[in-house]
């Protein structure tokens, strides 16, 4: 079975400093896709970078990107130049072999981030 | 640009009472739909999955059940609540195919 394991319930980092979310899965399948999600106090989920299992470069996005070890399967998520406004949730995501139509995605349990001043 | 609403936005209930969640997405057709529930301080657990109306997938065996009555409408409903179905219920959409999903605000049911 598919698994996402995110294995720090909480990290902390000082403002304008770069620091990296672990993440690691478990697949037997070659297409498979990973995301990472950020969620404020808000509730609601944000979206901020994809990454396939046949792209060969890192995904980047803004002051996001992806550290993808295929042979490790490891996904971690780097973001550089933390903000205040980053202290969120942070939950790692794969998605199943796309079939049938849908996209389905499995979550890991979440890493806390407070960014200090 | 799509955006999604979910309404309400809050909802304290009595267990046994009924339950109706409501999602729709505007500025896109056809989307698959998603429904999620975050129990506190966890992950994400998907409950139904929809890729067109009246088309419904259950992931998780529960007395909650969904509904797709028009393309770009999703509803979540139950006939009587349990303690157990307190928690965070966020709805989705995506493209059909391999992309990213994008959540709606989500509904914060207590069920007491």
């Known amino acids: 079975a598919q698994k996402i394991t995110q294995t720090q319930p909480g990290m902390f980092v000082q403002e304008k400093e770069a620091v990296t979310l672990d993440c690691t899965y478990d697949?037997?399948?070659?297409?498979?896709?990973l995301f990472w999600y950020k969620q404020p106090s808000s509730g609601e989920m944000i979206f901020l970078i994809y990454?396939?299992?046949?792209?060969?470069q890192n995904a980047t996005e803004g002051r996001y990107s992806l550290n993808f070890q295929k042979a490790r399967k490891s996904a971690n998520l780097v973001i550089s130049a933390s903000q205040l406004g980053d202290s969120a949730m942070y939950f790692c995501?794969?998605?199943?072999?796309f079939g049938g139509g849908y996209n389905k995605l499995i979550f890991g349990a979440g890493t806390r981030l407070a960014v200090h001043p | 640009s799509q955006t999604i609403h979910q309404w309400p936005a809050t909802l304290v209930q009595p267990v046994g009472s009924p339950l109706s969640l409501e999602c729709t997405v505007e500025?896109?057709?056809?989307?698959?739909l998603y429904w999620y529930r975050q129990a506190a301080g966890r992950g994400l657990q998907l409950l139904f999955y929809?890729?067109?109306?009246?088309?419904i997938s259950s992931e998780v065996p529960q007395n909650l059940s969904a509904s797709r009555p028009q393309d770009r409408q999703f509803i979540l409903s139950s006939k009587k609540l349990l303690l157990s179905d307190s928690g965070f219920y966020l709805c989705?959409?995506?493209?059909?195919?391999?992309?990213?999903?994008?959540f709606g605000p989500g509904t914060r049911l207590t069920v007491t």
């Open positions: 929809s890729v067109g109306i009246g088309q």
């Open positions: 995501a794969m998605r199943e072999p």
């Open positions: 989705a959409w995506s493209l059909g195919g391999p992309y990213e999903q994008y």
């Open positions: 500025g896109t057709s056809n989307p698959n």
């Open positions: 697949t037997s399948d070659q297409s498979y896709g």
């Open positions: 990454q396939g299992s046949y792209d060969e």
